[in-house]
C-alpha cells in the first residue's frame, strides 16, 4: 500500500517536472515543423524589422545593434550613416521603447525561423532627403534632415512601421500553421500600435509647417503616402493624416489619424510591393534606398536575382 502510494507520488511529480520541460521543448522546436511558405512569410519581415530596431536605436541612444545586441545581427554588415538624432526628453523616451520592441520582434522570429544576418541598411540622412524629394518631386533646400529634431526624426518614422504593418496583414492569409500565424498577429499589433503613436503624435501638429519649408506636417504625410502608393504600385493602399472627406472613415471625416480602406480595415502589401517601395525603385528587382545591396531571405533574392 505504501509502496503504491509512493510509486503514485512519484509518477505525480516526475509528471510535473516532466510536463512542462516537453511543452517548452515543443515551442523551441517548433521552427522545425513549420510549413516553407511560412519560413518565408517570418523571415521576410526581418529585413524591415532589423531597419526599424536600427533606425529607433541610433536616434534614440546613438548606436545600434553592433553596440545593443550584436548576436541579433548575425554577423551582418554595420548600417551606413546612423545617428542620435536631436529629440526631446518625451520623443526619445518613446523611441528608445520603440527600439526596445523592435529588438523583441528580431528576437521573436529569430526564435522561431533561422533568418539571415542583418543586410546592408543605409540610414543615412541623405538617404531619407532622397525618399522626401521625391515625394514632393523636387530638391528641398536644404535638405531634409530626419536627425535633426524630434518633428523630423517622427516624419522619418512615418515611413517604417506602417510598411511593416501592411506586409503583416498581407501574409496573415498565406500563413498556414497557427504558431506563424499568432507570431505574425503579434508582430502586427506592436507596429500598428507603433504606427499609431507617430501618427496621433504629429497629428496634433498636422497645420505646423515643417522648418525651413513652408509645407505642413500634414502635406508630408500626404506626400509619403502617394509615393509608396506609386512605387508599390498597386492601387491606393497608404493614406497621410488628412484626406478627402470621402476616403475618410465612412466618408464623412477629413482627420485621418489612422490609415484604412473605405470600412476602416488595414490595407495589406505583398513582399514584392514592400520592396519596391523600401529600395525607393518601384521595382523589386532593383535594389536601393534603404538597402543598398537588397533585402534577404528566399523571397527577396528570388527577386533579386531576376535582376
Ligand atoms: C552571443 O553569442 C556568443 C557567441 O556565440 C555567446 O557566447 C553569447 O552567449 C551570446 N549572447 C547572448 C546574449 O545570446
Ligand atoms: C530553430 O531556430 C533557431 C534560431 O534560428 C535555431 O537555433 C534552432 O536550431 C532551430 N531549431 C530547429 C529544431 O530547427
Ligand atoms: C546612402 O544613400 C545616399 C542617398 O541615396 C547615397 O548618396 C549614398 O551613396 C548611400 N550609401 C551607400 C553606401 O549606398
Not at 523616451?93 to 533561422?114: C, M, N, P, Y
Not at 526624426?153 to 496573415?172: D, K, M, Q, R
Not at 515643417?210 to 497608404?238: H, I
Amino acid at each position: 500500500m505504501f509502496l503504491a502510494t509512493s510509486i503514485v507520488t512519484t509518477i505525480a511529480l516526475l509528471m510535473l517536472f516532466l510536463l512542462p520541460k516537453s511543452y517548452s521543448s515543443e515551442i523551441t522546436k517548433s521552427n522545425s515543423s513549420l510549413p516553407e511558405v511560412d519560413i518565408d512569410l517570418l523571415e521576410f519581415p526581418l529585413n524591415l524589422e532589423y531597419l526599424e530596431a536600427e533606425f529607433f536605436l541610433y536616434g534614440a541612444l546613438g548606436y545600434g545593434l553592433d553596440k545593443f545586441a550584436p548576436n541579433l545581427t548575425l554577423g551582418g554588415p554595420t548600417p551606413i550613416g546612423g545617428k542620435r538624432a536631436n529629440l526631446g526628453p518625451f520623443t526619445r523616451d518613446v523611441i528608445k521603447q520603440f527600439a526596445l520592441q523592435e529588438v523583441g520582434h528580431l528576437r521573436a522570429i529569430q526564435s522561431t525561423v533561422k533568418g539571415f544576418p542583418r543586410p546592408l541598411l543605409n540610414l543615412s540622412a541623405e538617404s531619407f532627403a532622397k525618399v522626401v524629394d521625391s515625394a514632393f518631386e523636387t530638391q528641398l533646400v536644404p535638405s531634409f534632415d530626419p536627425y535633426r529634431n524630434g518633428l523630423n526624426f517622427l516624419l522619418a518614422s512615418y515611413l517604417i512601421p506602417y510598411v511593416g504593418l501592411t506586409g503583416y496583414v498581407g501574409a496573415s492569409t498565406k500563413l498556414q500553421d497557427p504558431k506563424s500565424k499568432r507570431l505574425v498577429a503579434g508582430l502586427l499589433g506592436v507596429e500598428s500600435g507603433q504606427d499609431a503613436v507617430i501618427r496621433a503624435l504629429l497629428y496634433r501638429y498636422k497645420n505646423i509647417k515643417v522648418k525651413p519649408y513652408r509645407k505642413t506636417v500634414a502635406e508630408f504625410t500626404n506626400r509619403f503616402s502617394q509615393l509608396r502608393d506609386k512605387l508599390g504600385n498597386a492601387g491606393v493602399k497608404d493614406e497621410g493624416l488628412m484626406v478627402p472627406k470621402d476616403e475618410g472613415a465612412e466618408g464623412l471625416i477629413t482627420g485621418n489619424v489612422l490609415a484604412g480602406d473605405r470600412y476602416s480595415v488595414a490595407y495589406d502589401r505583398t513582399p514584392k510591393e514592400i520592396l519596391r517601395i523600401v529600395y525607393g525603385s518601384g521595382d523589386e528587382r532593383k535594389p536601393g534606398g534603404f538597402y543598398p545591396k537588397g533585402a534577404d531571405g528566399r523571397i527577396a533574392k528570388s527577386h533579386l536575382s531576376k535582376a
